[in-house]
Every structure is written in structure tokens, then in C-alpha cells.
């Protein structure tokens, strides 16, 4: 079983940066590729962004390109996503998910229902 714990997120201007940890804990962190998802109020989940199990592959939503930076840590066991020039749209509940993949693999998805393990969320909040 493996447990994700997200952290980070708080009430932050519009403009301003945050970054969101994710800590990943129960088996080896270097099998999954991770990804970063949110829900805002009243809206279905979405993707944001993701990265490959060794980290040299990203995959980002077009809302977040250019401000969102996705990255690893596998010696800690955790993920990071690195949010500048934040927008009041980018208010929501962050998650975290994992999936498993074989050794070699550099995938990455973008798709919720590959994911296997999710995270019970952060909330951003960007105020104008």
C-alpha cells in the first residue's frame, strides 16, 4: 500500500509563488510516475501535471505552462510543484497521485483514471 501526504498549500496573492510537497511513504517511490491534480468548487478534478518515474519527462495542463514546474526527489520520497504567478482560477484542492510502471518507463499520463493512489488534498487559495 503506499500513502500519499500533500502539503503546502495556504492562501497566497494573485502573482505570488507557492510550492506543494507531496510525501510519498509504504514502498519504493522510484516505481511510480506521480501527478498533480485539482478540484475546485464545483467542478470535476483535473489534471495539471505529471512526471515519469525518474523524473526526465513532464507533462503539463495548457492552464499551468509556463508558471507550474513539476519535480522529484526520489531520495525523499517526494514530489514538488513549484507554482508562480498565481491566478485566483488557480484556487482549488491539489492532490497528488501515483501509478506504477516498469522499470524503464518514461510515461507519463494525464488521465485521473490511471492513477492508483491519491493524496487527501491541499488547498490554494489565490486572493486578489
Known amino acids: 500500500q503506499v500513502q500519499l501526504v500533500e502539503s503546502g498549500g495556504r492562501l497566497v496573492q494573485a502573482g505570488g509563488s507557492l510550492e506543494l510537497s507531496c510525501a510519498v511513504s509504504?514502498?519504493?517511490?522510484?516505481?511510480?510516475?506521480m501527478g498533480w491534480f485539482r478540484q475546485s468548487l464545483g467542478k470535476e478534478r483535473e489534471f495539471v501535471a505529471a512526471i515519469s518515474r525518474r523524473g526526465d519527462n513532464t507533462l503539463y495542463a495548457d492552464s499551468v505552462k509556463g508558471r507550474f514546474t513539476i519535480s522529484r526527489a526520489n531520495a525523499a520520497n517526494t514530489v514538488y510543484l513549484q507554482m508562480n504567478s498565481l491566478k485566483p482560477e488557480d484556487t482549488a484542492v491539489y492532490y497528488c497521485a501515483a501509478d506504477q510502471e516498469p522499470v524503464f518507463s518514461t510515461r507519463v499520463t494525464r488521465v485521473l483514471s490511471d492513477y492508483d493512489y491519491w493524496g487527501q488534498g491541499t488547498q490554494v487559495t489565490v486572493s486578489l
Open positions: 509504504g514502498r519504493a517511490f522510484s516505481n511510480y510516475r
